[in-house]
């Protein structure tokens, strides 16, 4: 794929050929026209390896993609949500063990900025319900008492994600996720933070969750 | 086709050392300033000529040239050789440090000096570049106090941290050079 820079006569746009102008985001960009069916050669074990990779990092980012343009708006010039997740994870998401390819919970980042973590994160189950708390003080440095806090968690079973109904600020130290009854499987929680104006972020901390369930 | 390809711009060949070695520093001083910026955008204000963004540029300007060293792709940040504030007005001596696990109180005496105000402000900065975290004390502390203390964020009780002081003006316009007092933890009880 070709992208042509503004010319004299502007970029290319339309079809001209078996090519195709267009742009988006303010991109210009040439595309071949869409192959036929069934003429695609069948992928190298290697080429299958990653489109699995890219497969499963793509599916799994892409229910949450409203949070992540909230987490990641400074890099959404020139990228949706979903790909600007999908660069900065890609070189961290995966463990592989052996032929299976499964994500590496602990190290994905929904969120990337200069503001700053709260700190001392704990999550717990309870009832049906994950409450999430964190260190209040801002030690004046990075981040304010009315940074919104969002919270994330992962039903890997069902393949949901649930996050918090009512927006809970920094102030807060603590947010409650109900679960609508799934619970008893694996569940991931992180936790990251955003301005009022949500043009900052901070990094996005993985909570280990404790369970008080029997 | 000549639609496919553009002349102004050959194909890339591989990055020269130079400009390999120029981007890790510029990565490196970025990475380590960048969680600083509340503390830069005012105390390298008056190097800015008023603009928060000309004031870390200027920051970041000043730990290229001083605060780096090694060779590509060797290339490290001398924390000690960091300025997070700069100006004229006179520092202050550190006599002593007290660190807890979640505290950190600082002794310091000031030489007489014209330019030394009593009610000039003391700022502590605690940083740890590893985990990106920085905090300050809360509290207003004077030159003639001689004391000072900044709580830990949970983050640093457990990794070791550097402590920059240095002073400003009550009017927020003046501002002294930054002194690094040293990497201090992690906190082990004893």
Excluded at chain 1, 103 to 115: I, R, T
Excluded at chain 1, 124 to 152: C, F, L, Q, S
Excluded at chain 1, 170 to 178: L, M, P, V
Excluded at chain 2, 91 to 96: A, I, P, S, T
Aim: charged share 20%; with cysteine.
């Amino acid at each position: 794929m070709g992208i042509i820079e503004k010319g004299i006569n502007g970029p290319f746009k339309g079809k001209a050929g078996s090519v195709v102008g267009s742009s988006w985001k303010k991109i210009s960009y040439i595309k071949g026209l869409q192959r036929k069916k069934g003429t695609k050669r069948i992928p190298s074990s290697q080429q299958a390896l990653q489109q699995q990779r890219f497969k499963l990092l793509n599916d799994f980012l892409r229910p949450i993609s409203d949070l992540l343009s909230i987490g990641l708006s400074p890099f959404l010039a020139k990228a949706t949500s979903v790909n600007a997740a999908f660069s900065l994870n890609y070189d961290r998401a995966f463990s592989d063990e052996g032929d299976e390819i499964s994500l590496n919970y602990g190290a994905l980042q929904f969120s990337h900025g200069s503001l700053c973590t709260a700190g001392a994160e704990k999550a717990r189950i309870e009832n049906g319900h994950v409450t999430v708390t964190w260190n209040t003080k801002t030690y004046g440095m990075g981040g304010e008492m009315d940074d919104i806090a969002y919270v994330i968690v992962y039903h890997t079973e069902k393949q949901v994600f649930f996050s918090n109904e009512y927006q809970a600020t920094r102030q807060d130290g603590t947010a409650s996720i109900n679960l609508l009854g799934n619970t008893g499987s694996e569940l991931h929680t992180w936790l990251f933070f955003a301005d009022k104006q949500q043009k900052r972020a901070s990094r996005t901390v993985y909570i280990p969750l404790s369970t008080n369930e029997p | 086709m000549d639609l496919l390809y553009d002349r102004n711009h050959p194909k890339l060949t591989e990055k020269s050392y130079g400009k390999l070695a120029a981007q890790q520093r510029m990565r490196l001083a970025m990475a380590f300033l960048n969680p600083l910026r509340p503390v830069i955008a005012e105390s390298w204000l008056g190097h800015g000529k008023g603009s928060k963004k000309k004031a870390f540029g200027q920051a970041l300007k000043k730990l290229m040239q001083d605060a780096l060293e090694g060779d590509y792709p060797e290339q490290r940040v001398i924390p000690e050789r960091v300025d997070i504030s700069i100006g004229i007005l006179p520092g202050l001596q550190v006599e002593d440090s007290v660190h807890s696990q979640q505290t950190l109180e600082v002794y310091f005496s000031s030489k007489e000096n014209p330019l030394a105000r009593p009610n000039d402000e003391v700022v502590l900065v605690v940083y740890s570049p590893e985990v990106g975290v920085a905090a300050r004390n809360t509290q207003v502390c004077n030159r003639s106090e001689g004391y000072i203390k900044v709580e830990l964020p949970p983050q640093l009780w457990s990794v070791p941290f550097h402590v920059y002081l240095f002073v400003h003006s009550a009017s927020r316009k003046r501002y002294s050079k930054s002194i690094h007092i040293g990497q201090l933890g992690p906190w082990q009880e004893r």
